[in-house]
Structure formats: C-alpha cells, structure tokens
C-alpha cells in the first residue's frame, strides 16, 4: 500500500531524513518509535505532503502511484489520513463546520449530524463541543480526541498517528484505541502509529515495530524490541547500528 524508497528530506537547509525505506501492506500496523528530533514527526509530515517541505531525493508511492509532489488535499483525498502531535487551533470556525467541509458533498445536513453524533457518542464528546471553535481552549486530550473523530468520519486507507496516546488519561486511551481497533478491524487498512509509550502494545498488536534514528530507520523488528527498549533505552540499538 504504501512504499518508500531511499527517502531525502530537507528542511531550511537541515537534511532531517536520511535514506529511508518503508513498505506497509495493507491491514498492517506499524509502529515507529525513536529518540526525539530523530525525524518521526518529519516523516508524517512528509508522507501527508506537507507544503515547504522538499523532498531531495527518493519516491513515495501509496497504491503504486507516486504521491512526491501531491498536495495534502489531493494526498488526503487518495486516503492517507495523518493525526497531528500538536493539533493546531483555529479561531472563527466551529468544530461542526469544520466537518462538514472536510466531507463535503458526502450527506446531506441531517444524514451529516447523524453521523457526527454517532461518532461523538463512540468517543464520549460532547455535542456542544461541535459549536465551539475549532479545537480553541480544547484539553490536550479532548484534541486528540477531535483527531480521532475526523479520522472515522474520513475513513481513511492508511492512518498514521502521531504519538496520539501522548497526554491521555487511562479511560481516554482505553476509548481511543478501542476505537481504533474496531475501524482497522472492519476496514482493513493500514496504520503508521509513532509513540514513545512502551505500554503500547497493550492497547494495538503491530505487526512490526520500526527504529528511526537520525533520519532513518536503523532497526525493523516486531513487538518484542519495545521490551528491550524499556529495559535499555536506545543506546544497544544505536550502537549497534554505528558498529
Ligand atoms: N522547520 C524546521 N526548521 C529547522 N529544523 C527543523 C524544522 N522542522 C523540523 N526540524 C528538525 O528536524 C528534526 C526532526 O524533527 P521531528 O519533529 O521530525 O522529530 P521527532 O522524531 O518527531 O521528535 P519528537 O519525538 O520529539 O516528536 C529535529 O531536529 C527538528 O529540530
Ligand atoms: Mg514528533
């Protein structure tokens, strides 16, 4: 489903990736996790085309067709859906009209806030958080949460989450993932899910677990390196990798 190859990213100057490789199949989940600064926000930013970001070499490819110099609408529209690290507030536009731009032309007004509504109960939001500004004064949590709610109303191909358990208290966490488990399970996509938190693997079941480190991915494993990593911190991989 998704394929990079010998991936270059160049940000004002600063090679960020470093010759990256990456194959998802379909129905996959992938985690990624590595120091900070190593590039994993990068990455997600990149795949989700990104404006201003250049990409000096390399090919990024989602269902064999090469998505290098899409914009993120046209990326967004091909299926690829990206949960932000930091969601971004903005002023002057309600949560409800927000969503009823990104599905536009999907329902009609009442087949749209029928559909709002069911997801909003799934993820226990409130509805009169949909007449707010969007995300403005919304918690940490509640944030991630409104991620999470655009993302099943998408119904994306590919997912990718950006340390979306990051903040979150156990019951929210519990309901996020719960969530996402039953979407990945009924429509089979694939999932990208980068986190720092070693107790990830009680919550989804990755088929493997990748390393990323100064831009590139220095080991591709499967859940049970998340036990080392606990245990050691990065140190043994890196070194390992510069030997
Ligand atoms: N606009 C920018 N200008 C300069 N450097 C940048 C810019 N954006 C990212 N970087 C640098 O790229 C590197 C990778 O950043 P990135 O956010 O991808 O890291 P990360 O792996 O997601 O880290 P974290 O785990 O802390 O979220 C960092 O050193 C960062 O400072
Ligand atoms: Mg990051």
Redesign the pocket.
Known sequence: MLKIKNLYVN??N?L?IKGLNLRIKRNEIHVIM??????????SYIISGKPKYRIDKGKIYFNKKLINNLSPYEISKLGIFLSF?YPIEINGITMYSFLKNILKNKYNNKELLKKIYKVCNKLKIKKNYLYRNFNVGFSGGEKKKNEILQMLLLKPKLVIL??IDSGLDIDTLNIIFKNINKYKNKNKCSLII?T?NTNIIKYIKPNYVHI?YNGKIIKSSNKKIIKNIEKYGYKNIINNEIK
Do not use: A
Not at 34 to 43: A, D, F, Q, R, Y
């Open positions: 940000i004002k600063n960020i590595g120091p900070n600064g190593s590039g994993k926000s990068t990455l690290q950006d340390e980068i720092h990323l």
